[in-house]
């Protein structure tokens, strides 16, 4: 997969620990994907897919040991690897359409 047939558009950034923002992403087959979140963590970037809060019986959110809520994905990768290149793709198509959306400020 290629940045080149990746469009990125709704960059909404927000900047909380690793978190720098979230995207819409059309790939070539037309699918849309929307709040794909991007996140730098010691000088490395990458995206996550959408994911949901996974909730218990009576609606509320499930956290894990830490207390920190707890997601499912919404959408997976048959392997690492596939997920990697998506993300390498994501990535270089948003800083090709917002240069500076990575940039430490």
């Known amino acids: 997969m290629s940045s080149r047939e990746i469009v990125v558009s709704d960059w909404k950034p927000l900047r909380k620990g690793a978190l720098r923002g979230f995207l819409t992403a ?9 709040e794909i979140s991007v996140l730098v963590s ?18 509320r959110a499930m956290l894990d040991d830490g207390g920190r809520r707890r997601y499912s ?19 270089a ?13």
Do not use: Y
């Open 42 to 59: 010691n000088g490395n970037a990458w995206c996550s897919p959408p994911s949901k809060p996974m909730l218990d019986r009576n609606g």
């Open 73 to 91: 994905p919404v959408i997976e990768f048959q392997s690492k690897e596939l997920r990697a290149r998506f993300s390498d793709a994501v990535i």
């Open 93 to 105: 198509a948003l800083l090709a359409a917002h240069p500076e959306a990575l940039a430490d400020g």
């Open 26 to 34: 059309t790939l070539p087959s037309g699918l849309v994907i929307h």
